[in-house]
T-cell receptor, first 112, second 112 residues
Framework: NAGVTQTPKFQVLKTGQSMTLQCAQD?????MYWYRQDPGMGLRLIYY???????DKGEVPNGYNVSRLNKREFSLRLESAAPSQTSVYFC???????????FGQGTRLTVV | DQQVKQNSPSLSVQEGRISILNCDYT??????FLWYKKYPAEGPTFLIS?????DKNEDGRFTVFLNKSAKHLSLHIVPSQPGDSAVYFC???????????FGSGTRLLVRP
């Protein structure tokens, strides 16, 4: 049982480049999330998808877009990467509600 | 506006002793509080939670206490073990919301 799988694990981008972070879960969870973790800031919610077919903004959505492709997959896109988007990105999923969210291993993104 | 605060960035305790990690919050509307544990290069993993209608929840060596009047919760680990060395995040959310709000984390070091 893989749980939540994120790809890639590491990425270096140049300013202005675009890329998509992929996330897939095999637990049949309804809800999926994208967080970023920065030193001293904890995890901050970027976007979430309460259920298949819906997406909503979190605390820090600017510069990002998301797609809930199906129940399993939730992708995060950076259209024009900026150095301020250097961070570790975590995808998570949960059954209905948030009593327990399961996280992927993270994607370490550096924008130079 | 940081709704969930962990004011101690780090904590060091001797193996076998008690570890107490603290968390304060400002939003009295939170319904659930959770603790996550994170090892380097891994995603956070759920540890223990507590509903706002309770003041204590226990799971093995881990106990979470909630003081609603003080808007304060704490995680007690007894006895502490070297394998408990990790970053601990406090998190909270309001029922019917999909926004899990995290604190900035406390790095726990358990010395052998």
């Amino acid at each position: 049982n893989a749980g939540v799988t994120q790809t890639p694990k590491f990425q270096v981008l140049k300013t202005g480049q675009s890329m998509t972070l992929q996330c897939a879960q095999d637990m049949n969870h309804n809800s999926m999330y994208w967080y970023r973790q920065d030193p001293g800031m904890g995890l901050r919610l970027i976007y979430y998808s309460a259920s298949e077919g819906t997406t909503d903004k979190g605390e820090v959505p600017n510069g990002y877009n998301v797609s809930r492709l199906n129940k399993r997959e939730f992708s995060l896109r950076l259209e024009s990467a900026a150095p301020s988007q250097t961070s570790v990105y975590f995808c998570a999923s949960s059954p209905l509600g948030l009593t327990e969210a399961f996280f992927g291993q993270g994607t370490r993104l550096t924008v130079v | 506006d940081q709704q969930v605060k962990q004011n101690s960035p780090s904590l060091s305790v001797q193996e076998g002793r008690i570890s107490i990690l603290n968390c304060d919050y400002t939003n009295s509307m939170f319904d659930y509080f959770l603790w996550y544990k994170k090892y380097p290069a891994e995603g956070p993993t759920f540890l223990i939670s507590i509903s706002s209608i309770k003041d204590k929840n226990e799971d093995g060596r881990f106990t979470v206490f909630l003081n609603k009047s003080a808007k304060h919760l704490s995680l007690h680990i007894v006895p502490s073990q070297p394998g408990d060395s990790a970053v601990y995040f406090c998190a909270a959310y309001k029922d019917s919301s999909y926004k899990l709000i995290f604190g900035s984390g406390t790095r726990l070091l358990v010395r052998p």
